[in-house]
């Protein structure tokens, strides 16, 4: 299993490509909220471009178990997720990627069409098609980071799901986490 | 509590825990969470204040300046051509002795428009009367607030709290919010001395003639130069009641034999510091001075903070066109008259948002290490960016 915070001190690095409006901003903070109810250290924040829907945008998460000082941009990530695989052409999303590095995709497509080299580890989940399914909405960030949690090993369901419930509050947010955990399943093998 | 949340939420949170009487502000990028949140915490019935949404950021700065006037707590936010639309309103406010709170979410200049973060805005406003102190996380940005409004009404000055636009407002990260009864013991009840009221008819900011008016302006210059004491004692009682220093006029960091001190303000400072203890494990003599105040400007303390270092190089987000960067120049003042001076540089980055990078700060410290004449730089540019830039300046499109 990858793991995401197993060497003491080592600070672990996440960035989210996405697209304005697929809520890549608070999936990165749904990743540190639930770092730091795991009593781990953590920061989120964007890059925008000129913030309009459909724009590429890109999020940053940091989880450390020391408090982060760091301010600058992430540059070689530990994982990435994918929010929008037609991100892929015209941007090398991979660039930094460290190796053994995580890549999550979401696409309805194997992982073997994207060409990404093996020394990364790549996990694909078709959550824009599991989001009108079972949420009846394309809202996708949840269940990325559903399916980052079960890739990564190291992300609690339960301190993700109530980040999404304090977010989504309703009947929204409970169609949210049960996506999510979907998604957390499905990664895992539990359900295919 | 500890907690985590975005940078503008938790400095909205810390501001309504001061109770203002009157919030007004016009949105601007970056600063709008922060007054949104303020918003929201008012029409919930959280802050008893009166919000005011103005039409623009000089009716927000005129806003406050009444709302203080008649002895309300009045606070506003802003970024940028807000900040540098307030102008005219932030020399009266400082002029009146007005104790106004105001948070810059720092953001470039135009033109070229741009969103992004640096500290031209507020740097452009330094002579404006205001205190001016820069954070260099959430947790400092919020607890600096609370000492803001301390410090603005114990003296009768306003003071202005800058935090860098993205960086730190749409950041999140963890932040130990100060619990309201702990606050409403620490930060009096604004009382001043003297305010509008139709009971007992007084005139603030009347004209001052040439027989008067250098004296006046004095007496400001001589509050800003003594605000120093009060800033320093604020955030000794600010630690003693919370257990965090967060206040005072600098802070140093790993600098006490080194050859090399650099010194910065605002977010930079986290970055710089990773770098700093990285070059020490390599065995460098590199060290910090953050400057936490810029107004008052920390004379003596920056004089003394420095003079044991063979090189000062000063990284900052702002640049005075034509000379170098503003803190350098300030710095430089510092050493006049001196026996012996650090050779200062001055090394203007993160402009417009361009990141600034561990191995950034690590090249500077190793090139004053290496060579240590004073110099102006300003490194990091893209050459053919330039190239193309100075093409369409002299043949156009």
Redo the contacts between chains.
């Keep these: 299993m990858y793991n995401l915070t197993g060497v003491i001190g080592l600070l672990k690095e996440i960035r989210i490509h996405g697209r304005g409006g697929q809520g890549s901003v608070t999936a990165s903070e749904f990743l540190a909220e639930a770092a730091f109810a795991d009593g781990l250290y953590a920061q989120a924040f964007p890059m925008f471009g000129s913030e309009r829907h459909g724009a590429p945008v890109t999020a940053y998460t940091r989880i450390s178990d020391k408090p982060i000082r760091l301010r600058s941009q992430i540059y070689e990530p530990d994982c990435l997720i994918i929010q929008d695989a037609s991100l892929f052409s015209g941007n090398d999303l991979l660039e930094g990627l460290k190796d053994g590095g995580l890549v999550v995709i979401n696409t309805p497509l194997p992982a073997s069409g994207f060409g990404i080299p093996e020394r990364f580890k790549v996990v694909t989940i078709a959550a824009t098609d599991l989001a009108l399914d079972m949420v009846g909405k394309p809202i996708i960030n949840t269940i990325m980071v559903g399916a980052f949690a079960a890739a990564s090993g190291e992300i609690h369901m339960d301190a993700l799901a109530k980040s999404v419930r304090e977010r989504y509050p309703g009947e929204l947010g409970e169609k949210e986490v049960v996506a999510m955990q979907e998604a957390f399943d499905r990664v895992k093998g539990v359900r295919t | 509590m500890k907690q985590?949340m975005?940078g503008s939420r938790a400095v909205a949170e810390t501001v309504a825990l001061c109770r203002p009487k009157v919030v007004c502000a016009y949105p601007i990028t970056p600063q709008t969470h922060i007054v949104e949140d303020l918003a929201r915490i008012i029409t919930d019935g959280r802050l008893d204040a009166g919000y005011v949404l103005a039409d623009s950021e000089f009716t927000a700065a005129s806003v406050v300046l009444g709302a203080s006037a008649t002895g309300a707590r009045a606070y506003t936010a802003t970024s940028s051509q807000g900040l540098l639309l307030m102008t005219e309103v932030m020399f009266n406010i400082a002029g009146m002795r007005l104790p106004v709170v105001m948070t810059v979410a720092n953001r470039a200049v135009s033109a070229p428009i741009n969103?992004w973060n640096d500290q031209q805005d507020s740097m452009s406003l330094r002579d404006c009367g205001w205190i001016q102190m820069y954070a260099e996380?959430v947790q400092e940005a919020c607890d600096m607030h609370v000492q803001a409004f301390a410090v603005a009404e114990k003296l009768n000055i306003p003071v202005m709290v800058c935090m860098d636009g993205?960086?730190l407002t749409?950041?999140?990260?963890?932040v130990d919010l100060p619990d309201a009864d702990q606050v409403d013991e620490w930060l009096a009840p604004f009382k001043p001395k003297f305010y509008l009221t139709t009971s007992d008819p007084i005139t603030l900011g009347s004209m001052a003639g040439p027989d008067a008016y250098m004296e006046i302006r004095l007496l400001l210059h001589q509050a800003m130069q003594e605000a120093s004491s009060a800033i320093e004692s604020e955030a000794e009682r600010f630690e003693k009641a919370f257990e965090r220093r967060q206040g005072g006029m600098l802070d140093v960091y790993q600098a006490r034999d080194a050859d090399v001190l650099l010194v910065s303000m605002g977010?930079?400072?986290?970055?710089m510091?990773?770098a700093v203890d990285e070059l020490r494990e390599e065995g460098h003599k590199v060290g910090i001075v953050k400057v936490r105040t810029v107004r008052p400007f920390p004379r003596t303390h920056l004089h003394d903070a420095l003079s044991g270092a063979r090189a000062v190089g000063v990284i900052e987000k702002d640049i005075s066109l034509g000379l170098e960067g503003i803190l350098c120049s300030e710095i430089r003042s510092a050493f006049c008259g001196a026996a012996v001076t650090p050779n200062i540089s001055s090394f203007v980055v993160g402009l417009g948002g361009r990141?600034?990078?561990?191995e950034h700060i690590r090249e500077i410290a190793l090139g004053l290490l290496k060579d240590d004449t004073c110099r102006v730089e300003i490194p990091g540019i893209d050459h053919e960016v330039l190239w193309s830039a100075h093409e369409i300046e002299n043949e156009g499109v």
């Design positions: 985590i975005e969103i996380d993205f960086i749409h950041a999140t990260e963890p977010s930079l400072l986290g970055t510091k990773d990141d600034v990078r561990k």
